[in-house]
């Protein structure tokens, strides 16, 4: 299956919070797009893995994705070994994408960073003759994306590049929202964390608006490269 962008997540709801404007953005110009979660989150402290894999696929019709699978890594323990490495070598020669976004190298959860390193491992090899896969029995031929590029999460960076999100950021809201469990919820008597705070769904809008702000929209999204971009300038002069 030939697909045009495939999004990996450490957790069920890192694609919506990081790049879901993105992402949204893409499916309405009608680009293949796929997410793959590597855990069901379950050592999450609110909720329940089954519970956050219905609201992720929720997510997922509201932001119009391809398809969206889980590769059930255990959670707190995505460990760069060999079994994992094929996993995703496998999923990358299965959808061929011809873009790979994945979360960026440094951050305040380790399961993000060693996804990060994980999937830039995995793109390499995935690309070698003599790295022998299968998919239900059947050989898959090397496939090599043509660009990693890295999405943010809590730690900041200086951005390769922003999107213009100002279109699809009510969708990206939509799909965050669609994770009732893991954001604020006056009426939730489960133990407060991280992103359940109130001020952390503001704190995301307003990233946005910042981003939004260094290209001249209303909002965006922020991504990295660690390779050289080429700017199309005839788009740009392009009235």
Not at 58 to 70: D, G, H, P
Not at 132 to 155: D, I
Not at 164 to 191: G, V, W
Not at 203 to 208: C, F, L, P
């Amino acid at each position: 299956m030939n697909t045009d962008v495939l999004v990996f997540a450490a957790h069920p709801d890192d694609a919506e919070l990081a790049m879901g404007g993105t992402i949204a953005k893409l499916t309405l110009s009608d680009y293949k797009v796929g997410i793959i979660d590597l855990t069901r989150g379950e050592l999450g402290t609110r909720g329940s893995a089954d519970i956050r894999q219905k609201e992720a696929f929720e997510a997922a019709i509201i932001l119009k994705t391809a398809f969206r699978e889980n590769l059930y890594m255990p959670d707190g323990n995505i460990t760069v070994n060999q079994e994992n490495l094929i996993n995703v070598i496998m999923t990358i020669r299965k959808y061929k994408p011809k873009i790979v976004f994945a979360p960026y190298f440094n951050d305040r959860h380790p399961d993000h960073i060693d996804t990060s390193i994980l999937i830039k491992r995995a793109m390499f090899y995935s690309g070698l003759q003599k790295i022998k896969t299968f998919n239900k029995e059947v050989p898959q031929h090397p496939y090599r994306p043509k660009k990693l590029f890295y999405y943010m999460q809590t730690y900041t960076f200086k951005p390769s590049f922003i999107v213009d999100i100002s279109r699809t950021f009510d969708l990206k809201m939509k799909a965050i929202q669609c994770y009732a469990t893991q954001f604020h919820n006056p009426k939730s008597l489960e133990p407060e964390t991280f992103i359940s705070r109130p001020e952390f769904l503001s704190y995301i809008k307003s990233r946005a608006v910042s981003n939004g702000f260094k290209i001249g929209k209303i909002y965006g999204e922020a991504f990295f490269c660690e390779e050289e971009i080429e700017l199309n300038l005839e788009s740009l002069l392009e009235v």
